[in-house]
């Protein structure tokens, strides 16, 4: 088994991190190490751009493996569910039930296309990349949308194209 980042936090925290505690230098790595936690809102309406009708909020989101993800039922009627066909080999899966907040531990870098799966059509979809590699980003873009989500999908894409290039150019430097 590959050990991750977050198992790697726990074997820590399971053996030295008590006798340790106090160190600076300790509390210092445990910061930059640590699995960070998101917030992604399920939404009515944008609240930057009203005119938006059910949304994620943020719509693209960039985070590092084993960081958490939790969408959030702000208001009521929507879910999160990631699209079998718009997700890594063997990526991480979810589907959270309408209404339901879900929290998932994100292990398995790359990129991640998800939707509401009432508000589909409507254009309820979002992009979640993981990591900084996105080996299969090029490959979302190509997923055919259905209804109002067609047009959302480019839009994202049009706004994501610049981050994956900056998250690339940083990984590579
Ligand atoms: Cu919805």
Not at 4 to 14: E, N, Q
Not at 53 to 66: A, D, F, K, M
Not at 130 to 155: F, P, T
Request: aromatic content about 6%; hydrophobic content about 40%; some cysteine.
């Amino acid at each position: 088994m590959r050990i991750t980042r977050r198992d790697g936090l726990k074997y820590l925290g399971a053996t030295g991190l008590v006798t340790l505690a106090g160190s600076p230098l300790l509390a210092q790595t445990e910061e930059t190490a640590e699995p960070m936690e998101h917030m992604i809102e399920m939404l009515n309406q944008d609240p930057e751009n009203p005119r938006l009708r059910q949304v994620y909020n943020p719509r693209i989101l960039h985070i590092q493996p084993g960081d958490t993800v939790t969408w959030v039922s702000v208001d009521r009627g929507h879910n999160s569910e990631v699209d079998e066909d718009m997700m890594p080999e063997d990526g991480t899966m979810w589907e959270g039930a309408i209404n339901e907040d879900i929290s998932v531990v994100m292990e398995v870098e790359g990129a991640y296309g998800y939707f509401c799966t009432p508000h589909r059509t409507a254009g309820m979809v979002a992009l979640l990349l993981v990591g900084n590699e996105l080996a299969n980003y090029e490959d979302l873009k190509d997923v055919r949308q259905r209804g109002q989500a067609a047009r959302i999908w480019d839009a994202i894409f049009e706004e994501a194209d610049p981050m994956v290039e900056e998250i690339r150019a940083n990984a590579a430097s």
